[in-house]
């Protein structure tokens, strides 16, 4: 083991790590391996007998006291704590790449509500000074369509993990994340971009890590919206369809999208959650948008957004 550690900044976190972390914001590579300064540390561990005597709630995770633990294959078990200490027991066959994609997704998304943080899942962009989420099930599009605005120079303020909290003043803001999106071959092709210089985010797979340093936005951004992108193959060949919503309609959505939902009732943070998002689904400009299969539209969708974003204010829908 190295004696020293990295340093990085995560979600407006500072976080020293025994594991390298390119893909976030590094500090310091000289950190001693007793600092404790950090609000996340990510150190070794052996959690194989936690394991063993956890709650199990699928083969995948379990409940060990306070600790959400994962068991990856291939990987190794990892441990998430108090909102701030994530364990890590990796196999010996395991391949770091795929092990930073756990710590920075799954353990994330237990370690920002242990810490009051709402974690949804997609991409977030800032227009006119306030940010925009972009929400859906795998495949809907939310980093393709994040990476539209950034081509059309908006700043983006994440990719996969949406970290929401609310201020000092109670105004619902998000987090910045890191400087990095994933993005599949078809995306690239289609922005034209040039994936041959980007990383693969899986052995054999053509999804990869695209970094966006030059249009990542550092600063903590007012949240204004909520967009859910869906597939309706009763759509194909025609424009994406908008249909605007409610607080109280959004309210489902927000569960839906939060990222590793079934962890809120594992973690006993069902009340939480509730009293979070119905906090947070009044303030917000809500829509749905349902697209077909075939034509690329991304480009028409980011223009319905901008429309949206002009008329200006939350829309309330009986």
Not at 126 to 144: I, P, Q
Request: with cysteine; glycine share 8%.
């Amino acid at each position: 083991m190295d004696s020293k550690l990295h340093r990085y900044t995560v979600f407006g976190l500072s976080l020293i790590s025994e594991f390298p972390l390119p893909e976030l914001i590094c500090q310091s590579t000289e950190v001693e391996v007793n600092d404790s300064s950090a609000q996340i540390e990510i150190r070794r561990a052996d959690l194989v007998q936690a394991w063993d005597h956890a709650q199990k709630w699928n083969p995948y995770t379990a409940l060990y006291g306070d600790q959400v633990l994962f068991y990856i294959p291939d990987i190794g078990y990892l441990g998430v704590e108090k909102g701030r200490y994530i364990h890590v027991s990796p196999f010996a066959c395991c391949c770091e790449d795929q092990l930073r994609l756990y710590l920075l997704g799954s353990c994330m998304g237990a370690l920002l509500p242990q810490r009051g943080i709402l974690p949804l899942h997609g991409s977030a962009v800032v227009v006119n000074g306030k940010a925009y989420a972009f929400c859906g099930e795998s495949g809907a599009g939310k980093s393709t369509l994040a990476a539209v605005f950034t081509q059309r120079g908006y700043r983006i303020l994440t990719d996969d993990v949406i970290a929401v909290s609310f201020t000092e003043h109670g105004h619902p803001a998000v987090i910045p994340s890191y400087p990095q999106q994933k993005l599949w071959q078809a995306s690239l092709d289609q922005l034209g971009m040039n994936g041959k210089g980007y990383s693969s985010l899986y052995a054999e797979t053509d999804k990869f890590a695209v970094p966006v340093r030059d249009s990542f936005e550092h600063q903590q951004v007012p949240l204004a919206g909520f967009f859910e992108l869906e597939h309706n193959e009763s759509l194909a060949g025609t424009e994406p369809n908008c249909t605007k919503l409610s607080g109280l309609m959004g309210m489902p959505l927000l569960f839906a999208h939060t990222y590793r939902n079934f962890l809120v009732p594992m973690m006993g943070l069902g009340q939480w959650h509730f009293d979070f998002t119905a906090r947070l689904a009044g303030r917000l400009q809500m829509a749905k948008f349902q697209r077909g299969s075939g034509a690329f539209t991304a480009h028409m969708i980011a223009d319905q957004i901008l429309q949206l974003v002009k008329e200006g204010e939350p829309y309330h829908v009986s």
